[in-house]
């Protein structure tokens, strides 16, 4: 009796494997999901089938959301912008680069080129190859609607995409106007121009009775008219002159250009508020920007410091290596990728990349609770930080000295802590 219960558990098993190797699921899982999607859409544009006809097969919505689009109503079929060449619409995952938006869009995408969104990432805080070596440590600036996807370089080699701010196959431009489009990639700890604009007046107004009513959306300001250059109005530094200290983390921009930035962008402003007051707010956010420069130049002053005198606890060369940098020294952006700093880096890192963000983008959304009370005090806790901070290292670099124990890698100085964060990882 227990070998027939054996034998009969035994044949139920084969039974069950048998079924479960039948399954589509188990297909899936054997050949890659991938692979069998591409080839039953290869299998039916083969037979003659046309792009929807597959299409709504598997992905109706998609479908649906093309003929709801301007794009149907003028004729715009799929193979306008995705091309006939099934191969080729498998190996980029069916992206379209913004250079085959602009056969059609020329204006747009002319302007869309001098734009910060398209324009090719070149300054010194990340390359280019920081971006796709990025990919798979801090979430993939490249990835699909990732925040810098607009800036990517396409397959074919030209600049830019356009789907992060029209990502939808309705092409809708309720959608890309509408803030909530701008939040996906503008908002944060490093880039609060969402938290900051939706504690505007602007926003109140706008959530309210929208534009119409009086209230500003992100375009409204930055890309009136429809234009696709965003960057046309906005200064994003300093104007240069003399007594203004050299600053790493704001450029300074020369008077004429300045100037004629300021004005148009004061013209901007215009179709809502007097002249006198626009300019006096955007100074007074020039005040703001200014002054909170100086207090990061004044903190990266001190820690380069610290590096030449060999008091950093770890310090690069003992730490485990940056991504980007290795053992290089480095203050700014690039800090992302070190995983090891000590305690002061840190804090500079959370003033320069966080604190002095929010501050300044709260000074030019006209937020003076933010600007004034929260941002800039937390910009002077942090130099105050830095500042003491500085000097505790010192004094505990004089004391060792003077009974002769030199600093160790890992932060320990002889019998006390100097103030480190841990050196080399296992």
């Known amino acids: 009796?227990?070998?027939?219960?054996?034998?009969?558990?035994?044949?139920?098993?084969?039974?069950?494997?048998?079924?479960?190797?039948?399954?589509?699921?188990?297909?899936?899982?054997?050949?890659?999901?991938?692979?069998?999607y591409k080839y039953f859409f290869m299998s039916q544009a083969s037979s003659g089938a046309t792009?929807?006809?597959?299409?709504?097969?598997?992905?109706?919505?998609?479908?649906?959301?093309?003929?709801?689009?301007?794009?149907?109503?003028?004729?715009?079929?799929?193979?306008?912008?995705?091309?006939?060449?099934?191969?080729?619409?498998f190996s980029v995952d069916g992206r379209v680069s913004a250079k085959v938006c602009g056969d059609c869009h020329r204006k747009a995408y002319d302007e869309f080129l001098k734009s910060k969104h398209g324009h090719q990432i070149t300054h010194t805080k990340y390359t280019d190859r920081d971006l796709d070596k990025s990919y798979d440590t801090v979430g993939g600036c490249y990835l699909t609607l990732g925040c810098h996807y607009s800036q990517r370089k396409a397959e074919d080699g030209t600049q830019g995409s356009c789907q992060p701010c029209h990502p939808s196959h309705s092409a809708s431009l309720r959608v890309s106007r509408d803030p909530r489009i701008c939040n996906k990639c503008h908002q944060g700890t490093d880039n609060p121009q969402w938290e900051v604009y939706k504690n505007s007046v602007h926003y109140a107004i706008y959530s309210v009775d929208g534009v119409r009513g009086g209230g500003?959306?992100?375009?409204?300001?930055?890309?009136?008219?429809?234009?696709?250059?965003?960057?046309?109005?906005?200064?994003?530094?300093?104007?240069?002159?003399?007594?203004?200290?050299?600053?790493?983390?704001?450029?300074?921009?020369?008077?004429?250009?300045?100037?004629?930035?300021?004005?148009?962008?004061?013209?901007?402003?215009?179709?809502?508020?007097?002249?006198?007051?626009?300019?006096?707010?955007?100074?007074t956010a020039d005040h703001f920007l200014e002054r909170g420069a100086i207090m990061v130049e004044e903190a990266k002053s001190i820690i380069e410091k610290l590096y030449e005198e060999k008091l950093l606890r770890p310090m690069p060369e003992d730490r485990d290596p940056n991504l980007f940098t290795g053992s290089a020294f480095v203050?700014?952006?690039?800090?992302?990728?070190?995983?090891?700093?000590?305690?002061?880096?840190?804090?500079?890192y959370e003033m320069v990349m966080f604190d002095f963000p929010f501050m300044w983008r709260g000074a030019y959304h006209n937020l003076p609770e933010l600007q004034t009370w929260h941002a800039?005090?937390?910009?002077?806790?942090?130099?105050?930080?830095?500042?003491?901070?500085?000097?505790?290292?010192?004094?505990?670099?004089?004391?060792?000295?003077?009974?002769g124990l030199p600093p160790k890698p890992d932060g320990k100085q002889g019998g006390g802590d100097a103030g480190g964060s841990g050196g080399k990882g296992n």
């Open 51 to 89: 792009c929807h006809g597959c299409h709504e097969k598997l992905e109706k919505k998609l479908v649906d959301q093309w003929r709801e689009s301007a794009h149907y109503r003028k004729g715009v079929m799929c193979e306008s912008c995705h091309g006939e060449d099934h191969e080729q619409i």
């Open 1 to 36: 009796m227990a070998e027939e219960r054996s034998a009969s558990r035994l044949n139920m098993r084969r039974l069950a494997v048998a079924a479960l190797a039948a399954s589509p699921l188990f297909v899936l899982a054997a050949f890659g999901f991938a692979e069998m």
């Open 216 to 283: 500003a959306s992100c375009v409204t300001c930055h890309m009136p008219g429809a234009t696709h250059d965003d960057g046309q109005f906005v200064n994003s530094g300093l104007m240069e002159r003399q007594g203004l200290p050299k600053l790493s983390f704001v450029k300074t921009i020369p008077k004429d250009q300045f100037v004629a930035k300021r004005s148009a962008m004061i013209q901007v402003c215009r179709d809502c508020h007097a002249s006198k007051i626009a300019k006096r707010s955007l100074e």
């Open 376 to 403: 800039n005090e937390k910009l002077k806790g942090d130099l105050i930080y830095i500042r003491n901070e500085a000097l505790r290292l010192r004094n505990f670099a004089g004391m060792y000295r003077e009974k």
């Open 331 to 348: 203050l700014g952006g690039r800090q992302l990728f070190d995983q090891h700093s000590s305690d002061i880096e840190r804090r500079f």
